[in-house]
């Protein structure tokens, strides 16, 4: 427990980073499974459009 009263010790040559030299941020897999997503339901409907035009209704 802190008493509130303790010395913290502080580095004072922090030198911050760069934003070029910063790595990239990585996107959360949720993120890129609703872009999959979002990807398999155009191409589904896609598909499917072109089943509906392909299909002969003159049986």
């Known amino acids: 427990m ?3 009263k303790e010395q913290l010790d ?3 040559d922090f030198t911050p980073v ?3 030299d910063a790595e ?5 897999a ?3 499974l609703s872009k999959r997503r979002t990807i398999d339901n155009l191409l589904e ?3 499917l459009q072109k089943q509906l035009t ?3 209704f003159d049986l």
């Open 54 to 56: 392909d299909y002969d």
């Open 30 to 32: 949720k993120t890129n």
């Open 18 to 20: 760069e934003a070029d």
């Open 45 to 47: 409907e896609r598909r």
């Open 10 to 12: 502080v580095e004072d």
């Open 2 to 4: 802190s008493t509130g």
């Open 24 to 28: 990239p941020v990585v996107e959360v």
